[in-house]
């Protein structure tokens, strides 16, 4: 907890010092009431994120996004979607739009589809083990540590985007899904 707050502290006093560094630089000069104006104004501008998300969400209407680059497609979360204090039916409406885009993206064979997430712990990716029988499917997941950094940018973006903080999990997980090349009748 002390580190988050170190962290935090280091991360408003760098966005202070970056933001009185341009307003001296837009105003030339340090105490005027003008350059005051516009710190204020550099200061509390992310603040603007979360009623920017919401419009933004209006245009961006697919849960997830995928992104197609050297021969696989990266599964993401939509950055502008709201995630905190979700309810039942929410979740279920996430779980379900999850499962239909990977197998949407699996339809095609030859592609792999990879997901890396603080979300993705043991329950969940056994649920996605269930979804994605080893018959059908080749599944891999790789448990990793979330850095300092990293959960600390998480947790900036969230307060910034939504206005809640939350500390997200020390450890995520990638998984790696592929549908089987099915044997041929004369291979069998």
Partial sequence: MKNNIGI???TAT???GLCAAIATAITSSVFAPQNLFILSIIIFAPLLLKPVSCVMLQFRKPVFVLIKKRGRYWLHLNPWLRTGQPGVRYLSWLW?????????SLDNRSLTVVMSSHLLGPNRIARLRRHFPARHYLFHAIKRPIGRIERAGLQIDTWLREWRWFTPSERGAVVVIRRRKELSPTDK
């Avoid at 379900?96 to 949407?104: D, E, K, N, P, V």
């Fill in 8 to 10: 935090m502290a280091l």
């Fill in 14 to 16: 760098c966005w202070t």
């Fill in 96 to 104: 379900q739009s999850l499962l239909a885009t990977i197998r949407l």
